[in-house]
């Protein structure tokens, strides 16, 4: 499997604070292994279609879809309470 990000996301990612990055960089990878990865705790948000949510942190999480061997990364925002 490959990573893949939208242009918003990209733009998103830039205004993220260093130590979100980081945290986002490293599950990105956890998602690469396995997208089991627990403290990834990935799922599919059947009410927004083809898209799965996986966590960053407490405070975020990022959206993706599974195209082909592409994961495509849409957004990472802060993940309401």
């Known amino acids: 499997m490959r990573v893949q990000f ?3 996301c990209e733009e998103h990612i830039k205004r993220l604070s260093l130590d979100v990055k980081k ?7 956890f998602l690469l292994k396995n997208i089991r990865y627990p403290s990834l705790r990935a799922k599919k948000r ?3 279609g083809d898209v799965w949510q996986a966590r960053v942190d407490n405070n975020h999480r990022f959206y993706f879809q599974i195209k082909g061997d592409i994961y495509l990364i849409l957004d990472i925002s802060k993940h309401p309470k």
């Open 6 to 8: 939208t242009e918003p």
């Open 23 to 29: 945290k986002f960089e490293k599950q990105i990878l």
């Open 46 to 48: 059947e009410e927004l």
